[in-house]
């Protein structure tokens, strides 16, 4: 091992995993990809000259610091569990596990014997919601009224193992409570399965955080367009993010009062400036990479933990048990793993 090089390996090279050992193999200072899992081989030729392996074990026995973990959700648990065992930093992909019990055997196993790990919610990553975070906390848009969030597209063919509740919601989940700083408390949705899977593939739901901010998801699977929308309303205004193409705009309150009196008899805000921030745009992948070697290295803890991923398996789970049962379901403090 080359001194001050960090080994890195990647379990799974589907869609997602192509895109990491892309960033593993070519684009990270520090980090050397030693090996790959998939049990499919390299279909893709994108392993990057990296040995592609069949078991989890044959890439431990190789000597890693850290691994990618990027195959179905349903194996993260088996996954991580392994490379906790043998000591192994790793960051997770979203979502970190398919149900509440087997998040909250990762978080243990790696929180135990004091493991870095991460999930990979990388719209954290997204420079329009860094800005839109960093906004919100230098107190921008005053008091937050509510969050709204749109998530919408066609089917993708490779997702089979879970619905759009726990595959894409969790994205909106995890960003509301990480831009806002908020938990949620509570959670009423209805969900549909219009395409004849197993699972449900659209889902409204109404929540509620821990600051009284109101919060709204719609996500679907079953829409010919894609589209990735965060607004968040408050005192000053609105801010608005899109995520697919990293833009952030703020629609601003009137400052000044309207002088047209029709105008002035509605008692509500008014339309003021509207601005669009000149951000810089990095990929997403490669910031969310970057931060998780630095948590390896001890340099900062900015990264999704696995515990805050636990939570967002949390209120996704809360989402699908309102629509089951028709009720609108309470998660405090407690019950979101502390
Ligand atoms: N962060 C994001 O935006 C994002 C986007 C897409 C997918 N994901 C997540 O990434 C994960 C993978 O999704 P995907 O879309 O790449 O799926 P995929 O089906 O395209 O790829 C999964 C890969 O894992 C391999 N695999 C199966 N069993 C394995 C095992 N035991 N060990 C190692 N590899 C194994 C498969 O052969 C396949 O190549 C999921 O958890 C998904 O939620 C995250």
Redesign the pocket.
Known sequence: MTTGELRAGL???????RHHARILANSLDGVRLVGV????GDKHGAAHGAPVLST?EELIGLGVDYAVV????A??EE?GLELAEAGVHALV???VADSVEGARRLVEAFESRGLVAGV?H?ERCNPALRSLRARLEAGELGDVYQVVTRRQGPFPH??ADVGVVK?LATHDIDLTAWVTGQQYVSIAAHTVSKSGRPHEDMVAAVGKLADDTMVNHLVNWLSPLKERFTSVTGEKGCFIADTLTADLTFHSNAAQATEWEALQAFRGVAEGDMIRYAIPKREPLLVEHELFRDAVLGKSLDICTLRQGLRTVEVAAAVLESAATGTTVSLNAAHQGG
Request: hydrophobic content about 40%; some cysteine; charged content about 20%.
């Open positions: 379990i799974g090279l589907g869609s997602m995993g899992v998939d049990p499919m989890v990027a195959c179905p959700t194996l993260h996954v992909e979203k979502p990979g990388i490779r997702i595959d």
